[in-house]
């Protein structure tokens, strides 16, 4: 009869992955869903943490989180139209620009700030 009410009050932990702690005193929390019963340690729980919350709710009892909604149709690639240019060729976004650096003036250099001005 002893042997029973060790059972009842080990109990199995309800965990896909139980981790089996060993321990004198082992906590447990209970599934306000469910009412199933989890280690701490299996559900990732600390003692103060469990203490401090109103209810827990194991993972199978959480709602399932919506489906992914489906990505906006991508828009159809028009061909590229020429366009005649007026005047002289501007440079690409990101193209390499070919200006000299500018030259430090003397009052920038006399300040030894490391500042350059144009």
């Known amino acids: 009869e002893e042997e029973e009410e060790e059972e009842e009050e080990e109990g199995e932990c309800s965990a896909r992955r139980c981790l089996q702690p060993v321990a004198d ?19 990732g729980l600390s003692k103060d943490a469990a203490e401090r919350m109103d209810s827990y709710i194991c993972v199978s009892c959480l709602p399932a989180p919506p489906p992914p909604s489906a990505p906006p149709p991508r828009p159809h690639k028009q061909p590229m139209q020429q366009h005649q240019q007026k005047g ?15 030259q430090a003036s003397n009052s920038a250099s006399s300040s030894g700030r490391g500042i350059l001005t144009a």
């Open 25 to 43: 005193q082992i906590s447990w929390v209970q599934c306000d869903g469910c009412q199933e019963w989890y280690h701490l340690v299996c559900v």
């Open 88 to 102: 002289p060729a501007m440079p690409l976004a990101g193209a390499a620009r070919t200006h000299p650096l500018p």
